[in-house]
């Protein structure tokens, strides 16, 4: 199963890459899927690619439940 954690789009290059953050882990990214894709948008990314936009109430929803899950298995841990 895999995860796709919304992560803001903070920079783009002349070569059809971007640069991403989530909590400060910033990675490159390919944008070839999403060529639309702006700086300040929150995007999907998936084994290195940009797979879909959201918009930003939708980013916000997703990092809520994956900050719970997070949480909530941090509770585990400490049992």
């Known amino acids: 199963m895999c995860l796709a954690v919304p992560m803001k789009l903070i920079e783009i290059t002349s070569q059809g890459t971007g ?3 989530s909590g400060g ?3 490159d990214v ?3 899927m999403i060529p639309h894709a702006r700086v300040g948008d ?4 998936h084994a290195g690619f940009g797979i879909e936009v959201l918009d ?3 980013a ?3 990092l809520d439940l994956f900050r719970e899950l997070a949480a909530v298995t941090a ?3 400490e049992s």
């Open 19 to 21: 640069k991403v953050d």
């Open 25 to 27: 882990v910033k990675t």
């Open 30 to 32: 390919s944008l070839m």
């Open 42 to 45: 929150y995007i999907i990314i």
């Open 56 to 58: 930003a109430a939708e």
């Open 60 to 62: 916000e929803i997703r």
């Open 75 to 77: 509770g585990l841990e």
